[in-house]
């Protein structure tokens, strides 16, 4: 799969023009024509990036019955252009990345099928981050959503025990997000079916050698994210063994989460503990079990082309 990638740096002078420039019409389509809101699911994930930065990825998700089909050469093709955009406040910089996805199958998805995809951006730490993420119809100019929020990027430099976001996918993954040998077909965390899944992270700083023990958690929660009451209550797995960390201190893990939730909200909660010196860290991230056995399908978006930097 390509690197989905590519990023651009631009100078703003403040938030207004970015919001301009996210509310224009889709590239390529005339701003009078049909206008009606594109609702989908994403969720954000950040892990230790290369040279002090922080690697920001997105998961977007949409029912194919919320896109425009098209029909070409007997097959049934949805597209759809994704954007995410990185708005530093403080430093009055923007780092925007755009591509595209396209499947075509011999029939079409059902109206609840699920269509997802990522996209990464680098960028450095900071408190004072809005993000922004934009879904459009490359079909028919027009259509599309915007969400948007603060989105403070944490810092993984220095030497304590750190854990990296808890990333969930659809298991045994052919395509998707690849991080070293790793391969997860990424899932915003409201779009789980009943049945497994996987749970990608990583833990930052612990030497090579080191034993170690890990505990996932999945608790279930309300809506807001308090604990409930709930046949079975918390689902407890503990692993341990000897850390096999690259030479930075970092190392990823892959499990297999084959508990069976109902429908509901959880909280998943990842604790790593360096044996060796006693230290601890933990980490958590709430997620929504749909039911059903919705299906789901991963397509790797390709670059739109970088946009030029430019100067404030």
Known sequence: ?????????MILRGLVPLLCLLAAA????????????????????????????????????????????????????????VTLVLADTALKSVRRTDDSV?????????????????????????????????????????????YGSAFPIPDYTGTALMLSDIA?????????????????????TSQFPEGSFDVYYEVYN???GHRYLTE????????????????GGVVRARFDGKATSAPDGTLGELRRVDTSLSKGHYRMTV?????????????SRPFQVRGGARRATMVPALPRGPHASRPG
Request: net charge negative; no cysteine; glycine share 10%.
């Open 1 to 9: 799969m390509r690197r989905s990638s590519h990023p651009s740096v």
């Open 26 to 81: 889709p590239r390529g389509g005339p701003a009078d024509g049909p206008v009606r809101p594109l609702p989908f699911f994403y969720d954000l994930y950040t892990f230790r990036g290369d040279a002090g930065a922080t690697t920001v990825v997105a998961a977007f998700a949409i029912p194919a019955g919320r896109l425009e089909r098209e029909w070409e050469d007997g097959e049934a093709r949805y597209r759809f252009d």
């Open 102 to 146: 396209a499947v075509a199958v011999p029939r079409s998805f059902s109206g609840d099928h699920i269509i997802h995809t990522h996209i990464e951006v680098q960028a450095p730490p900071s408190g004072s981050t809005l993000q922004r993420v934009v879904m459009t119809d490359a079909s028919t100019p027009g259509i599309g959503q915007l």
């Open 168 to 188: 969930l996918g659809d298991p045994d993954a052919r395509e998707g997000w690849r991080r070293g040998d790793v391969t997860l077909a990424l899932l915003p």
């Open 206 to 208: 612990l030497p090579a």
């Open 216 to 231: 996932l958690a999945v608790e279930p929660v309300d809506s807001a994210g308090a604990p409930r009451d709930a046949a």
């Open 271 to 283: 604790t790593v503990t360096d044996q060796e010196t006693g230290e601890t860290t933990t980490r």
